[in-house]
């Protein structure tokens, strides 16, 4: 099993700043097949990056997304205080298929 | 517009059965894979299994053969059927859509249904 370490688990920011966010795999990941989620309460996770840099439908440019391997990072610059919640990292390959990050809490 | 609408969740007592389903509308399972994915109170998220556009299927760990994901690609309806549960299986599962075969990502999420395993 592929284990995907998130750091740091909590970060707080001040609305302007910019968040980095690290994920670290166990192992290498295939075909750069990791991926970015956004998590507000009480609410589905949400689609943010793709295959590593790729952003989703409707997310911002204040996005972005880099690594490679078993080292990625999300960025999310220019910090607003819709952007709190907690961001899960994923990737597939191995067994199981689908693994996710344990999450980093950001708080605006 | 895709949607997905997760229903049959409630409370079980432990070692009882609960089957979920997943009304999927906006595209087809033969065109897409879906997948199953849960989430303990206050915990991450977790893969529990998935099934392909030709019916493959695959689980995550720890469970030990006692779910099983299926599919009526006439009703585009998804389903898990859930055995021998756990305190532990306690959690908000989740319907979500692969972005598409090849692209192995969760673009869509239904809103989640609750299950609780408690005595």
């Known amino acids: 099993e592929i284990v995907l370490t998130q750091s740091p688990g909590t970060l707080s920011l001040s609305p302007g700043e910019r968040a980095t966010l690290s994920c670290r795999a166990s192992q290498s990941v295939s075909n750069s097949y990791l991926a970015w989620y956004q998590q507000k309460p009480g609410q589905a996770p949400r689609l943010l990056m793709y295959?590593?840099?790729s952003r989703a439908t409707g997310i911002p440019d204040r996005f972005s997304g880099s690594g490679s391997g078993t080292d990625f990072t999300l960025t999310i610059s220019r910090l607003e205080p819709e952007d709190s919640a907690v961001y899960y990292c994923?990737?597939?390959?191995?067994?199981?298929?689908?693994?996710f990050g344990r999450g980093t809490k950001l708080e605006i | 517009e895709v949607q997905l609408v997760e229903s049959g969740g409630g409370l079980v007592q432990p070692g009882g059965s609960l089957r979920l389903s997943c009304a999927a509308s906006?595209?087809?399972?033969?065109?897409?894979?879906v997948t199953w994915v849960r989430q303990a109170p206050g915990k991450g998220l977790e893969y529990v299994s998935g099934?392909?556009?030709?019916?493959?299927?695959s689980y995550g760990t720890s469970l030990e053969g006692r779910f099983t994901i299926s599919r009526d690609t006439s009703k585009n309806i998804l389903y898990l059927q859930m055995t021998s549960l756990r305190v532990e299986d306690t959690a908000i599962y989740y319907c979500?859509?692969?972005?598409?075969?090849?692209?192995?990502?969760?673009?869509?999420w239904g809103q989640g249904i609750l299950v609780t395993v408690s005595s």
């Open positions: 099934i392909g556009t030709a019916g493959s299927t």
């Open positions: 906006g595209f087809t399972f033969t065109t897409f894979p």
């Open positions: 994923q990737q597939y390959g191995g067994s199981p298929l689908y693994t």
């Open positions: 295959r590593v840099s």
């Open positions: 979500a859509k692969i972005f598409a075969s090849g692209s192995p990502y969760f673009d869509h």
